[in-house]
């Protein structure tokens, strides 16, 4: 709320009688600032909250190795594609690798046949 509000407070929490949101007022968890109310003690919620930051760094450290994986394997893809090794499926462009055997080939993504041959090469 945006009213100056002089309420009740039990211990370090501090309810607004005017919006009813609910404070602790000792936490340092918020850098210093007041910040929402929370179960348990101050130390608990930094502990929490330390772990989430460990947490989300190990989520960007996985994104960012899975998207170095997929670069390279998008590069792999395109380099086989110019050898002739692999190519897209005619009716759901599903990348295919011939890998011997006749021409016929059996889609496994849609259960497409089509003539390896006559299948156009990629752009």
Known sequence: CYEMAVGQSEGTKFTCPQCTASFCLACKA??????P??????????????QQTEER???ED?????SQAD???TELIQRE???GITKPCPNCKQIITKN???DHMHCSKCRGHFSWSKAPLPP
């Open 71 to 73: 670069t390279r394997f």
């Open 37 to 50: 109310a929370h179960a348990g003690s101050c130390a608990e919620r930094i502990q929490q909250l330390q």
């Open 57 to 59: 760094q190990n989520l």
């Open 100 to 102: 011997g055997g006749c």
């Open 30 to 35: 918020n850098l210093g600032l007041v910040g």
């Open 62 to 66: 996985w994104r960012r190795e899975n």
């Open 81 to 83: 594609s110019r050898q």
